[in-house]
Structure formats: C-alpha cells, structure tokens
C-alpha cells in the first residue's frame, strides 16, 4: 500500500513540474513581430476584399491569422485616444487597418503626414471580414 501511495505521490510531483513548465512557457513565449514577418500574400486592398466578399470562409481560412501587405488609397483616418486606423480602397467596400503603437511612436512624423487620397502600402496582420468595417488588419506598420 505504501508503495502505491509512493508512486502517486511522484506522479503528482511530475505532473506539477511539467504543468509549471507548460505555464512558464507560454506566459513567456516571444511575442510574434509583424513588422519584420514576410507577408504571406501581397496585393491591392480591393483583391482582399474582394476574396473576402466572395466567399468569408474561404477567406478565413486563406488569409485568417496571415501578415498581408495591402496597397490602396486612403478614404478614412480615425483617431481615437491615439490609436490610429485607416480605412483603404473605399468606404463600403473597405480594407480597415489599425496602425501598431509602436510605429505611431516610432514615425511620429510620417503618421500625421497622412491624408486622405494618398496611395499607401501597409502590412499587417488579418483579422478577418467584419460586416461594418469590412476586411480588418491590426498590427499594421507602413511600407516606405
């Protein structure tokens, strides 16, 4: 009986160290850096959309969770408590992409030289397809 209780014991003990261990590393995993990813896909904000728009599942799964650099102008620039997005292509048929703080930090300067009409090239990582915004990026950095 001893012995059964022994071996339990050892197994609770393992089980804790491996659980620490899980724990640790997730808590402690680098984070994912967009900014210096290749992008999966490059095209227009009106190519994405318009995957999107055809078919929404087959969009999530192709683009679902992917680095995508957009191109298009800019029809929209909200600001909102410095958090800053821009809206590409047009604004029914939109490509919604929400800057990193960091390169709002970073290219202060290059940020507020926005304006709407420019021709901008952002990657970023997608979201997926939102009714209202339409197709979301986050994470976004502007390619020079």
Known sequence: MK????????LGLIGVIVGAGVVYY???KPHRNVEKETPAFIMTANELFNEYNANEEAGN???????????????DISNEGGEISLVL??????VN?????MMIV???SLVEGLAIGDTITLKGKCDGFDMIMGVV??????IE
Request: with cysteine; proline share 2%; charged share 20%.
């Open 3 to 10: 012995k059964g209780l022994k071996n339990l014991l050892i």
């Open 26 to 28: 997730v808590f402690n």
């Open 61 to 75: 799964l192709k683009f679902g969770d992917q680095v995508i650099q957009v191109s298009g102008p800019i029809v």
């Open 89 to 94: 292509s047009d604004e029914m048929e939109a």
């Open 97 to 101: 992409c929400a800057l990193d703080s």
């Open 106 to 108: 970073n290219n202060k």
């Open 137 to 142: 990026l986050t994470r976004c950095f502007i």
